[in-house]
């Protein structure tokens, strides 16, 4: 039974979770996603902040404004991406990105 649940399409991991191991750990297993997310959010900008400051600035005297300006630039790019539910509409770019990197 578990294998033919966890076969279907577009499963998420905490329905994959839920045919392992039962609804007595969902909510379990959900708090650490978002746990997970947001440590993974965090560090994102934190390098999206050090990159622009490197490329575009350049600058060894930080400030709370240079790092205020930092995070705003970060989270004008990050945050509309997170809007974005579905990828599928960027896979037709992921192969020519993958050979320029």
Sequence with gaps: MVDEEIGKPGLGF????RSLTGERSIKFIKFFLI???WGCCASYI???MEFIEYAFF????????????YICL???VILPMSL???FA???RFSVPASVLN
């Excluded at 905490?14 to 979770?17: D, H, I």
């Excluded at 350049?58 to 300006?69: A, D, P, V």
């Design 46 to 48: 934190l390098f999206f």
């Design 74 to 76: 970060a989270l004008c």
């Design 14 to 17: 905490s329905e994959v979770a």
């Design 89 to 91: 509409k960027f896979a």
């Design 35 to 37: 746990i997970m997310q």
């Design 84 to 86: 974005i539910d579905n």
């Design 58 to 69: 350049n600058s060894y005297e930080q400030t709370w404004l240079h790092e205020l300006i």
